[in-house]
């Protein structure tokens, strides 16, 4: 079966209630959040401090997934997260494993 992963940004506001819904909808699959800072971001959407810094804060969660279960995860975006500005991409995963 095919995967993918698919990465999603989301603020620091935002990233509580996202990684909640990924643990409860997605209990056996593993993902990796990392903090990390977003560069492009509007002006009028940063305060004053990431202004002068050039970047925002956020968080990016990477979890590989069947296509069934990124649609599943689409849907869940959709629903429980309309104008929360994640951004989100999805890669095909040439090759997945676990080192025993």
């Known amino acids: 079966m095919d995967k993918v992963c698919c990465s999603l940004v989301c603020t620091p506001e935002v990233e509580e209630k996202l990684l909640d819904a990924l643990l ?3 209990p056996a699959d593993v993902f990796t959040s990392t903090r990390t800072f977003g ?3 509007a002006p009028g959407a940063l305060t004053a401090a990431e202004q002068v810094m050039g970047r925002s804060e956020a968080l990016l969660v990477q979890i590989v997934l069947s296509a069934v279960e990124m649609e599943t995860l689409r849907a869940l975006l959709n629903r429980e997260f309309a104008g929360s500005g994640i951004r989100y991409w999805v890669t095909v995963v040439a090759e997945e494993g676990e080192l025993a």
Do not use: I
């Open 24 to 26: 409860v909808r997605f």
């Open 39 to 41: 560069h492009g971001t």
